[in-house]
């Protein structure tokens, strides 16, 4: 008789194979794919991989195994690659591996591969059996026995297998380890072949058999203990608190809806909401009811996310809650339909009406995905190619006030802003209550869109209430207090090999995509909206096309502004960052939003353009190689307390009269100024008037609901004197200094010579400094301009002649728009007839430089605005005398040549004029600002008479002029 012992075995080969893989191809070893590692009893070998190709251990690495044991085999191959991986084990020793029978690894996509199996109990016994194990790429062809890899390789090793007994492993299982029924199926997994089973259920009860089924009768968690036996022992397994028996389940349906004709991957695959992750095979399995296994509790009028995983193909998905417990799904119990969708994650709330809910109990939820047919909704029709799934949902009664929310959109930015309110509460409600901020309210759930009609900033508050209490949501809604003309940018966008224009642009949840082409030079995008807050950072990103012929000389230039104190110019200090240089698509402007940017919505301006070009501005002259897009920037104030900030108009005082104007950052809602002589005022930008001359330090405290902040400015205001002196203006251009050295080098106008120092500031009020220009009332007197340099130049002049204060229209007493000179401009000013006499008035100059005679940088006069890189303005002191009236302006006829009226207004006006006007004509219409903001067409009648709609316009004063008629402006008060 033979004993077999291990150094027999090592002296020992199996059978020859009936076939040897062969290598995979050397170029292919790159791929470091290969078999690294291999286990089984024990034997655990380590080697090289595919390098080594194919390699036969079967004579030398052996492991012995006892036949009807269960053994575990692990194969490892690369860790970075996915491979496909094979086992075979000869175990009748003919040299032919049998594909199915011999079969004891199969593992697919893995990088560690490990299979568990029984050795047959006919195996040939006490041989060398050969153990097969082919590797190869997860997109390769599936090994065979006999293939040769096309990455990978194949190792053979020795089996031994003796007779025995191995001692039992005690192993079990159940599908039914979470029951409403009570009814357990039990399974034995247990190796090595055992031949007795004792059961221990958890609840007091026995078994002997193998595969027992158990009737829990009570619902609770047991804990199951399973002991196995053969001749060799024994062993035993304990799970606990394996069985979770449910106490109840839903009410059983009286549908159980089929699947008709599965096809295609349609149907539910995994099922999320709360604590349910429930997995399952598509519409090939039909109905299924996890009612029992997969529960969540929720409460009512509370969205929660569920997820739904569907197949690839659109889907038509239902969801029904079998709210009032009967059994059955009606129309009103349906809480979702999304038709074509897939893989939807969807809000679902339990509405708490209609009533007739049945609250802490266990209802069915009922999910329906079918392919997306346009078929009417039905719970129990069975379906097409998807399937049906039931859940358990325990529904909750609402005992907390709702959570109150607003999203809101703006309808209109400009003029009158229109905003839309949407409700977004969650919770139940018994009462709203809506505080829009401007004196206005209302109790609807859902109002109607909201219009504003001043400046300013607004609180909005929605409250929402029911018995259990209530919460408050704010929002805040800006609106900007102008509305301003822009110049229009030229260009062409560059040529089709060199193209110069925007593909992308992003900022905040701004994102244009819109297509554009070669050949345009200034695209409005206006309608487009970024969403921006004061002191947060942004990136602006945009992307253009490659240029053919790229080169040094092609690349692009990317410059960006943002209007932001509204004064429908862009000047140096409003550019987002420095202009990009050198640089290639995509185009990145990192920037901070000013905290004291006038709040609302303002206009952002790209320029791309090439390196070829001249340094450019927002107002672009026509070039080939330039593009200017346009959009609008929503400012939005920061959540945190002001820091407070004051200016001057002129410190320096004749009059004792001042103007101050607020400049605090972080939007305070709330000013107390202290003006150093003991008095004090609660408006934003005060004006005050100081009884004596002398030195004072004033003091600003600003306050929002975020906190306060107080800051001092010694010696801010000297006044030397307090006789009557030009009333202060009521805006003031921007006082930076030029991006170019431009200055008057010398004016002459009556008795005052006039010429500014080197690098002069852009703004000056030089009614306390320079001479008290002498005019006569109704007389033209001339002037002479003489320019620094030899640009062309344009000149406007404005007196304001009724002394209030601001520059109308018809207190343009010089416009040289359309004819820019270069050197020396000369002219004349009248006085018109009805200005006070004997009282100084404040004449504004605006002098501006240009470089091309046919480029104009403002489509319109502006007194309270400058431009920052070619434009200073310059305030005068002017006396008029009473004198003889040599000519009659058209603008100052007698204003009873025509009238408007009512007058104030609330927007409809009717007009009067003379009858032999009747016809079509133009009107103008100025805000106080001397801002152009519409021009409206007018039809007169035979009598003299039409009516026009200004209702739209905000409140305030304006100022109506007919184009090209010898009629005055009228003025006209809307409230």
């Known amino acids: 008789m033979l004993v077999w012992n291990a150094a027999h075995a090592a002296a020992q080969c199996p059978a020859p194979a009936s076939c040897t893989p062969g290598a995979a191809p050397a170029a292919n070893a790159i791929f470091g794919m290969g078999i690294y590692r291999v286990q089984l009893g024990q034997l655990d070998h380590t080697t090289l991989g595919g390098t080594d190709g194919y390699q036969n251990y079967s004579c030398t690495k052996t492991t012995t195994l006892v036949r009807q044991g269960s053994y575990t085999l692990t194969v490892q191959t690369n860790p970075n690659v996915d491979e496909n991986v094979r086992a075979w084990i000869d175990f009748d020793n003919n040299g ?13 996509d893995a990088r560690k591969h490990s299979a568990t199996f029984t050795v047959p109990a006919n195996a040939v016994l006490q041989q060398h059996l050969r153990l097969r194990i082919a590797a190869d790429n997860a997109n390769a062809p599936f090994p065979t026995p006999c293939s040769s890899p096309e990455y990978s390789q194949t190792e053979d090793y020795g089996v031994v297998l003796t007779s025995g007994t ?38 007091g009860t026995t078994s002997t058999a193998q595969h027992p089924q158990h009737q829990y009768a009570v619902p609770g968690r047991y804990s ?106 009606s129309s009103t119990e349906l809480l979702y339909e999304g038709l074509g969708v897939q893989s939807p994650t969807i809000a679902l709330a339990v509405p708490s009406l209609p009533t007739g809910m049945v609250y802490n109990k266990v209802l069915r939820l009922r999910v329906v995905a079918d392919f997306a047919s346009g078929a009417a909704a039905s719970p129990c029709r069975d379906v097409t190619s998807g399937q049906v799934e039931d859940y358990g949902i325990t529904v909750l009664p609402n005992t907390v006030p709702p959570t109150a929310s607003i999203a809101m959109h703006y309808q209109q930015f400009c003029g009158p802003v229109r905003v839309q309110f949407d409700n977004t509460t969650i919770g139940t409600v018994t009462a709203y209550q809506w505080n829009f901020g401007d004196g206005t309210t209302s109790t609807l759930a859902q109002p109607p869109a909201h219009t504003y009609t001043q400046p300013g900033t607004y609180d909005v508050q929605l409250t929402a209430q029911n018995t259990f209490g209530s919460t408050t949501a704010r929002q805040t809604v800006v609106v900007a207090g102008a509305c301003p003309s822009y110049c229009t940018p030229e260009g062409y966008g560059g040529t089709p090999d060199i193209p110069f224009y925007f593909t992308r642009v992003q900022l905040a949840d701004l994102d244009n995509v819109a297509p554009r082409a070669w050949g345009v030079g200034y695209r409005d995008f206006t309608q487009l909206t970024a969403t921006l ?66 709040l609302g919505a303002t206009r952002l301006r790209l320029l791309i353009y090439g390196q070829d070009q001249l340094a450019s501005d927002s107002c672009t002259p026509f070039s080939f190689n330039t593009s200017t897009e346009d959009y609008t920037v929503l400012l939005l104030p920061d959540a945190a307390p002001p820091r407070a900030g004051f200016a001057v108009d002129w410190p320096n005082s004749c009059t004792g009269t001042v103007q101050f104007r607020d400049q605090s950052e972080s939007v305070p809602t709330a000013w107390q100024w202290s003006f150093g002589d003991g008095t004090t005022a609660s408006e934003q930008h005060p004006q005050h008037t100081y009884a004596a001359p002398g030195t004072y330090t004033v003091s600003l405290r600003a306050t929002n609901r975020y906190g306060s902040h107080t800051t001092t400015q010694t010696n801010a205001v000297i006044v030397t004197g307090t006789a009557p002196g030009v009333r202060p203006a009521a805006c003031v251009p921007r006082s930076g200094a030029f ?237």
């Not at 039914?176 to 259920?201: A, I, K, M």
């Open 96 to 108: 032919v591996f049998d594909p199915a029978k011999e079969l004891v690894l199969l593992s697919n």
């Open 166 to 203: 191995l001692l039992p492993q005690a192993a079990f299982s159940t599908p039914d380890s979470l029951s409403c029924s009570g009814l357990v199926q039990w399974q034995d997994r247990s190796r090595n072949t055992p031949t007795s089973w004792e059961w221990d259920f958890g609840d």
């Open 224 to 329: 199951v203990r399973l002991r196995v036996c053969n001749a060799t022992g024994c062993d035993a397994l304990t799970k606990t608190d394996y069985v979770v028996v449910r106490a109840s389940a839903p009410r059983p349906a009286t549908c159980q809806p089929r699947t008709l004709a599965y096809c295609c991957g349609f149907g539910i695959t995994r099922l999320q909401l709360l604590d349910i992750d429930q997995r399952s095979g598509d519409g090939a399995e039909g109905y299924q009811d996890f009612s029992c296994r997969s529960q969540a509790t929720l409460t009512v009028d509370q969205p929660y996310s569920l997820r739904l995983t569907t197949g690839a193909n659109g889907h038509d998905v239902r969801i029904y809650l079998d709210r009032n417990d009967d059994g059955q799904f």
């Open 533 to 598: 807050q004061l002191g947060k950072t942004y990136e602006l990103r945009t992307e253009s096309l490659e240029r053919t012929f790229a080169s040094a000389d092609v690349w692009a230039h990317v410059v960006a502004w943002i209007d932001y104190n509204q004064d429908g110019q862009m000047g140096p200090s409003e550019l987002v960052t420095p202009q990009a240089t050198n640089s290639y698509s995509p185009y990145r402007l990192t920037f901070t939003v000013p905290r004291n940017a006038r």
């Open 739 to 975: 991006t170019y050295d431009y200055r008057i080098a010398q004016l002459k106008l009556g008795n005052l010579v006039y010429g500014d120092t080197l690098r002069a500031p852009g703004y000056l009020d030089n009614t306390c400094t320079a001479t008290t220009i002498r005019l006569a009332q109704g007389q033209a007197q001339p002037f002479t301009l003489i320019g620094q340099n030899i640009y062309y130049h344009t000149l406007y002049m404005w007196l304001d002649s009724n002394d209030d204060g601001e520059f109308t229209p018809d207190e343009l007493l010089f416009n040289s728009t359309k004819e820019p000179v270069m050197f020396t401009r000369t002219g004349t000013i009248t006085p018109p007839p009805n200005t006070p006499t004997g009282r100084p008035l404040r004449l504004r100059l605006a002098y501006q430089q240009q470089f091309d005679y046919y480029r104009q940088f403002a489509s319109q006069p502006r007194p309270c605005t400058r431009n920052e890189e070619y434009e200073m303005v310059r305030d005068f002191a002017v006396i008029v005398d009473a004198g003889a009236v040599t000519a009659t302006r058209p603008s100052q006829l007698s204003s009873a040549a025509w009238s408007i009226y009512p007058n104030p207004s609330t927007g409809y006006v009717q007009m009067q004029l003379p009858t032999h006007m009747a016809g079509s004509h133009s009107a103008e219409i100025w805000d106080a600002t001397g801002r152009l903001v519409q021009t409206l067409p007018l039809v007169v009648g035979a009598r003299g008479t039409t009516e026009a709609n200004l209702s739209h316009l905000p409140k305030g004063i304006y100022f109506l002029r007919l184009a090209h008629e010898a009629l005055p402006t009228q003025r006209i008060s809307l409230h």
